[in-house]
């Protein structure tokens, strides 16, 4: 399987999910955008995992977790309420139509904080769309490499260090993965991404 992806805008910080219908668009008339706010999970690693048994994602082995915390979802428009939305545009006039997403209990992703190496984090989203928000002039900065036999990025800015890639969990399920830590070396974040395994 060949899985390919960009770093893209994304402003985070808020729970927020849209549907929107653009009539005159030429491509993608309805899209859906979502954003997402960490919430604290307080069931342990382990417990995690279980919930996560689908994805079958991979941790830093030989580490201690610091604090866990989860991003939920958002409902998909149904057919009907996506015709709803076509319909209105028709009737009113109106050539955007927009509705808000109903949040839901389905897990999107973590974020789980180490104790280790200074400190460092490991965001693992079940998707490939990046939630990074880069300048032009980070995204110029951004150094292509491998990581577990999958294509990575890394980048440092003001002393945060991050590495990115996307890996095919024992599942089939691709699975973002990021390694942030203050001041850490693409070395260092690689040697932590190679020892991950499932728990």
């Known amino acids: ?3 390919s992806w960009t770093i893209s805008y994304v402003i985070c910080g808020r729970v927020d999910g849209k549907a929107i ?9 309805f ?4 954003n997402y706010a960490a919430v604290e999970w307080e069931h342990g690693l382990d417990r ?8 079958r994602p991979r941790f830093p082995a030989h580490v201690d977790v610091h604090t866990i915390q989860v991003y939920y979802g958002f409902d998909n428009l149904t057919p009907d309420e996506i ?15 927009v509705r808000d997403l109903k949040p839901n209990t389905k897990l999107v992703g973590v974020r789980i904080t ?10 693992i989203f079940g998707t490939t769309k990046s939630r990074i928000q ?3 002039h980070e995204l110029s900065q951004v150094k292509s490499l491998h990581v577990r036999g999958a294509e990575a990025f890394y980048f440092s800015n003001h002393g945060t260090d991050r590495l990115i890639w996307i890996e095919e969990g024992s599942s089939r399920k691709a ?10 070396s693409a070395e260092k974040l690689i040697q932590i991404a190679e020892s991950m395994n499932v728990q």
């Open 1 to 3: 399987m060949i899985i």
């Open 134 to 136: 880069l300048s032009d």
């Open 114 to 123: 180490y104790k280790e190496y200074g400190t460092f984090k490991l965001n």
């Open 48 to 55: 995690l995992s279980e919930t996560l048994s689908l994805w």
């Open 83 to 97: 015709d709803e939305m076509v319909e209105e545009s028709k009737t009113s006039g109106q050539n955007v139509v």
């Open 21 to 29: 219908y653009i009539a005159d668009a030429t491509e993608n008339q």
């Open 175 to 184: 699975l973002q993965y990021e390694l942030i830590g203050q001041q850490t």
């Open 31 to 34: 899209t859906q955008q979502t």
